[in-house]
């Protein structure tokens, strides 16, 4: 039997009343059978609710069988507000579709931590979500140049764009749309942001625009991905 922590990213109904969890750990993606899980009568009933962060124990190899666990952290107050909890969920389908890349899974568990921390008591909470996805970014091996021409190193004249993958020089620029300067100052101190220090930085309604739209380009572009909850999130954002 094995000890686990973890968060739930979703589950799936298996056989009359047991369900397959797929919980985030700091191994990675585990998938966590739960035998007798949809009874009313369960003592799992509760803790196998999506977006929650549980300790289990389980037994088993590729599908471990859940035998006992409690939850830690429910996150009650952002599953009740509809927008903290679509753009977690978008974030949990980031996270469930890039589980199986090589990365240190245990230093995303622990920044996943805090993130969630951050979103479920500040007002302020779009600007973790974007620091997530930027950071996930430079884990997958494809964040963006922050610094310097993606090409070849130079550090004058540079524009920033999706396509060259940050910035490049007017010699290299594939692009034909870039980034304004606010925005990529903005994206630059999330991206390098020490969670050990308070962050101040507030972007106004046009910068935050500017960001989800490059976020979402960028990880179409650079990784073929976007998450099914961006269409919610356009509706109720507006992009």
């Known amino acids: 039997m094995e000890a686990f922590e973890g968060l739930i990213l979703k589950q799936i109904n298996f056989k009359e009343s047991s369900k397959i969890l797929y919980v985030y750990t700091e191994k990675g993606l585990i998938s966590l059978l739960v035998h007798g899980a949809k009874k009313l009568a369960s003592p ?26 409690e939850i830690i952290n429910d996150y009650r107050k952002i599953k009740v507000d509809l927008e903290k909890f679509t753009y977690v969920q978008h974030l949990m389908e980031i996270i469930n579709f890039f589980s199986e890349s090589e990365y240190d899974h245990k230093k995303l568990f622990t920044f996943l931590k805090k993130i969630l921390a951050h979103i479920e008591n500040e007002s302020h909470y779009i600007r973790y979500v974007y620091m997530f996805e ?61 969670q050990k220090n308070p962050l101040d930085l507030k ?37």
């Not at 572009?221 to 909850?229: P, R």
């Open 134 to 194: 930027l950071k996930y970014l430079y884990l997958l091996g494809v964040g963006p140049n922050f610094n310097a021409c993606s090409a070849c190193g130079a550090i004058n004249n540079l524009k920033f764009a999706v396509k060259d993958g940050g910035y490049a020089c007017e010699n290299h620029t594939t692009a034909t749309t870039y980034m304004s300067t606010r925005s990529v100052e903005v994206m630059k101190q999330l991206y390098y942001h020490d």
């Open 44 to 69: 799992f009933l509760n803790l196998t609710q999506n977006l929650t962060w549980i300790k289990f124990f389980a037994t088993g190899k590729a599908l471990k069988t859940l035998t006992d666990g």
């Open 203 to 239: 972007p106004d309604l046009d910068i935050r625009r500017e960001i989800r739209l490059f976020l979402d380009e960028y990880y179409l572009y650079h990784l073929n991905f976007i998450s099914k909850s961006r269409s919610i999130l356009l509706g109720l954002f507006g992009y």
